[in-house]
């Protein structure tokens, strides 16, 4: 496998090689932007989905991962996470890629992985040492996630300013996540950013469309494009946004950010904490429906039917049934019903929402 190097410093990351995943025009280009500025001295590191082919106005979708996902050479050196580099945040960035064919994807990673596996979202809200959040009124979450974006965009484009180079990544025996290579020595590509052709048969990146609509267009521009998707531990990012809406709604700066979300995704929320794992304060849920978000809500038996942490199924029917009664536009969908809950089931739920 091709050594990949990817720099940055929090005050400007650059892109040292590209890789890239799909074929044709599925086709999608991966960046790793690395210590993106937010709001102080908050960073994240931010990877990058640009899809080949893109329709004006350019659609987002931002996603916060869960608990063991991280890179995928970081979840190899890992005994407790080697067996999932399945759901690396490489290959979660792909299957979001083909999940939203054509919008740009941007994957924040935790500032902190205590112990390796759990992601902790210091930067959008309190948490403990394992990540569980101390939910509050406020801006802090909003105002985080509006510059860490409008940073990384501004960082991505002054990467493919810089002429970053196109960097392919080369399949030995098996991908990480256990595929055979086919005859042609590539992988499918639902398995991931792998691809056997040469890399210089990708486009240039600053000719990638959505990388031309960005360049053009700021990132919370427009009403109704953004997609926030959160998974497991992502999920707390969520509910944080809910408990400020009210005062990111009354914020100038703030307002088109609230404006330009969509839908949002839960998709098998859960964190170590005793309570909290969904929302279920009515003020935060009606300002939710009050600005026309519609809600999406995937879960697995994994969390919401653990007799050991009862409350999660609790707050997520509660969630559901209070946003109902204030008319919000609701979909909800239990997967793997019939089957044993299990760890394998809850990452599985990336691939079937």
Same mark, same amino acid.
């Given at each position: 496998?091709?050594?990949?190097?990817?720099?940055?410093?929090?005050?400007?990351?650059?892109?040292?090689?590209?890789?890239?995943?799909?074929?044709?025009? *599925?086709?999608?280009?991966?960046?790793?932007?690395?210590?993106?500025?937010?709001?102080?001295?908050?960073?994240?590191?931010?990877?990058? *989905?640009?899809?080949?082919? @893109?329709?004006?106005?350019?659609?987002?979708?931002?996603?916060?991962?869960?608990?063991?996902?991280?890179?995928?050479?970081?979840?190899?050196?890992?005994?407790?996470?080697?067996?999932? +580099?399945?759901?690396?945040?490489?290959?979660?960035?792909?299957?979001?890629?083909?999940?939203?064919?054509?919008?740009?994807?941007?994957?924040?990673?935790?500032?902190?992985?205590?112990?390796?596996?759990?992601?902790?979202?210091?930067?959008?809200?309190?948490?403990?040492?394992?990540?569980?959040?101390?939910?509050?009124?406020?801006?802090? *979450?909003?105002?985080?996630?509006?510059?860490?974006?409008?940073?990384?965009?501004?960082?991505?484009?002054? @990467?493919?300013?810089?002429?970053?180079?196109?960097?392919?990544?080369?399949?030995?025996?098996?991908?990480?996540?256990?595929?055979?290579?086919?005859?042609?020595?590539?992988?499918?590509?639902?398995?991931?950013?792998?691809?056997?052709?040469?890399?210089?048969?990708?486009?240039?990146?600053?000719?990638?469309?959505?990388?031309?609509?960005? #360049?053009?267009?700021?990132?919370?521009?427009?009403?109704?494009?953004?997609?926030?998707?959160?998974?497991?531990?992502?999920?707390?990012?969520?509910?944080?946004?809910?408990?400020?809406?009210?005062?990111?709604?009354?914020?100038?700066?703030? @307002?088109?950010?609230?404006?330009?979300? #969509?839908?949002?995704?839960?998709?098998?929320?859960?964190?170590?904490?005793?309570?909290?794992?969904?929302?279920?304060?009515?003020?935060?849920? #009606? +300002?939710?429906?009050?600005?026309?978000?519609?809600?999406?809500?995937?879960?697995?038996?994994?969390?919401?039917?653990?007799?050991?942490?009862?409350?999660?199924?609790?707050?997520?029917?509660?969630?559901?049934?209070?946003?109902?009664?204030?008319?919000?536009?609701?979909?909800?969908?239990?997967?793997?019903?019939?089957?044993?809950?299990?760890?394998?089931?809850?990452?599985?739920?990336?691939?079937?929402?």
């Amino acid at each position: 496998m091709a050594d990949i190097y990817l720099a940055g410093l929090t005050s400007h990351c650059c892109c040292r090689q590209t890789m890239w995943c799909g074929s044709g025009e *599925a086709r999608v280009a991966l960046l790793r932007l690395v210590g993106v500025a937010g709001v102080g001295a908050c960073t994240n590191d931010v990877l990058v *989905a640009c899809p080949v082919t @893109a329709e004006s106005p350019l659609r987002h979708v931002v996603y916060f991962p869960g608990d063991i996902q991280g890179y995928r050479d970081e979840m190899a050196a890992s005994p407790d996470s080697a067996r999932w +580099q399945r759901w690396s945040l490489e290959e979660t960035a792909c299957l979001l890629a083909r999940r939203f064919p054509g919008r740009c994807v941007w994957l924040v990673r935790a500032s902190r992985m205590h112990l390796h596996k759990f992601s902790c979202y210091d930067n959008f809200v309190p948490s403990n040492m394992f990540g569980a959040p101390e939910h509050a009124s406020g801006r802090t *979450a909003f105002s985080h996630l509006h510059r860490l974006l409008s940073n990384a965009r501004a960082e991505l484009l002054g @990467a493919t300013r810089d002429g970053s180079e196109a960097g392919d990544w080369h399949s030995t025996a098996s991908g990480p996540s256990g595929a055979p290579p086919t005859t042609d020595g590539s992988r499918d590509e639902t398995s991931g950013p792998v691809v056997g052709e040469d890399a210089r048969s990708a486009p240039e990146l600053s000719n990638v469309d959505s990388v031309a609509l960005l #360049r053009s267009e700021e990132f919370f521009s427009r009403p109704r494009t953004v997609t926030l998707v959160g998974f497991s531990k992502g999920c707390v990012v969520l509910n944080q946004l809910l408990y400020e809406l009210a005062a990111a709604q009354g914020d100038a700066t703030l @307002a088109p950010v609230v404006g330009a979300v #969509r839908d949002m995704y839960w998709l098998d929320g859960g964190h170590s904490g005793g309570r909290d794992t969904w929302v279920t304060c009515s003020d935060a849920l #009606r +300002q939710l429906h009050t600005a026309g978000v519609d809600v999406r809500v995937h879960v697995t038996p994994y969390q919401v039917c653990d007799p050991m942490r009862a409350w999660i199924g609790k707050e997520q029917r509660k969630f559901i049934s209070v946003l109902q009664e204030f008319g919000a536009t609701v979909t909800e969908q239990i997967h793997f019903e019939k089957e044993a809950s299990s760890l394998e089931n809850h990452f599985r739920i990336l691939e079937n929402f």
